[in-house]
């Protein structure tokens, strides 16, 4: 496998979990009727996919800088 192919496979990877978390948070949403549980929900599904984000990024910018070299 190239290192492109596998690089998007990495993100493809991540769009799939992305996707995951946000269909959980709308399956839950009605369970989480509570403001607290709400913002439970919301926090956690913002911050899995702001980890996954920033994971993505990084392989984003070792990329480039192996690029560069």
Do not use: P
């Not at 990877?13 to 839950?28: D, E, K, N, R």
């Not at 599904?45 to 392989?59: D, H, N, P, Q, V």
Request: aromatic share 8%; with cysteine.
């Amino acid at each position: 496998m190239t290192r492109s192919s596998l690089h998007l496979l990495k993100g493809t990877g991540y769009l799939i979990s992305t996707v995951s978390v946000t269909l959980l948070a709308v399956v839950s949403w009605d369970s989480a009727s509570k403001t607290l549980l709400m913002a439970c929900l919301l926090g956690g599904a913002a911050t899995s996919i702001i980890g996954m984000f920033c994971r993505w990024l990084s392989y984003e910018i070792e990329k480039r800088q192996e690029e560069r070299r």
